[in-house]
T-cell receptor, first 118, second 114 residues
Framework: GAVVSQHPSWVICKSGTSVKIECRSL??????MFWYRQFPKQSLMLMAT?????????EQGVEKDKFLINHASLTLSTLTVTSAHPEDSSFYIC??????????????FGPGTRLTVL | AQTVTQSQPEMSVQEAETVTLSCTYD???????LFWYKQPPSRQMILVIR??????QNATENRFSVNFQKAAKSFSLKISDSQLGDTAMYFC???????????FGKGTRLSVIA
């Protein structure tokens, strides 16, 4: 249980185009999902918190107009990188928050999306 | 703001031996969660073990166990009978309450040597 998928796993696009990344919780509902960015050999950097039915909360320094987040259902959050540029090339990872009865709270991660902007 | 510190950038261990990865954190909260995640070369983040701060008993998951010292704000991971498949980046993470972001340490790269 607690499986999170991400699609696509790898995308190459031209500079100036937009790319949409989907994050799905396959066997549980997630009110909250998170988007992280990871540079090579570094830790995960939180980009934004995505709450179902409301606007995402972005971390300082993350352009909300460039990284559009939509959390339209309890199992799907999307990240759209608009007008992508080479500096947006990175590994993007989502996680979904699972709260079970008894109060145990855990985040489960998708497999990540490697974005390469030419 | 909470911080998580992993002071060992790289470690290595012989197959079948035991290794301990260190993690310290800073928080003013009393109730929170602590995690160890593993990231193998595939880059998939895998939950290794979880500890609730209100529980005094250290969590264990098969070959993985933690030494949780709340007063010292320390949360180390012990891997027993190390296997080649344990080779990965290990991240210690803190979460202060439900539905809040994880705060990660910088990670420890563990290599298991045959």
């Amino acid at each position: 249980g607690a499986v999170v998928s991400q699609h696509p796993s790898w995308v190459i696009c031209k500079s100036g185009t937009s790319v949409k990344i989907e994050c799905r919780s396959l066997d549980f509902q997630a009110t909250t999902m998170f988007w992280y960015r990871q540079f090579p050999k570094q830790s995960l950097m939180l980009m934004a918190t995505s709450n179902e039915g409301s606007k995402a909360t972005y971390e300082q320094g993350v352009e909300k107009d460039k990284f559009l987040i939509n959390h339209a259902s309890l199992t799907l959050s999307t990240l759209t990188v608009t007008s992508a540029h080479p500096e947006d090339s990175s590994f993007y990872i989502c996680s979904a928050d699972l709260l079970v009865s008894g109060g145990t709270d855990t985040q489960y991660f998708g497999p990540g999306t490697r974005l390469t902007v030419l | 703001a909470q911080t998580v510190t992993q002071s060992q950038p790289e470690m290595s261990v012989q197959e079948a031996e035991t290794v301990t990865l260190s993690c310290t954190y800073d928080t003013s909260e009393n109730n929170y969660y602590l995690f160890w995640y593993k990231q193998p070369p595939s880059r998939q983040m895998i939950l290794v073990i979880r500890q609730e701060a209100y529980k005094q008993q250290n969590a264990t998951e098969n070959r993985f166990s933690v030494n949780f010292q709340k007063a010292a704000k320390s949360f180390s991971l012990k891997i027993s009978d190390s296997q080649l498949g344990d080779t990965a980046m290990y991240f210690c993470a803190f979460m202060d309450s439900g539905n809040t972001p994880l705060v990660f340490g910088k990670g420890t790269r563990l290599s298991v040597i045959a």
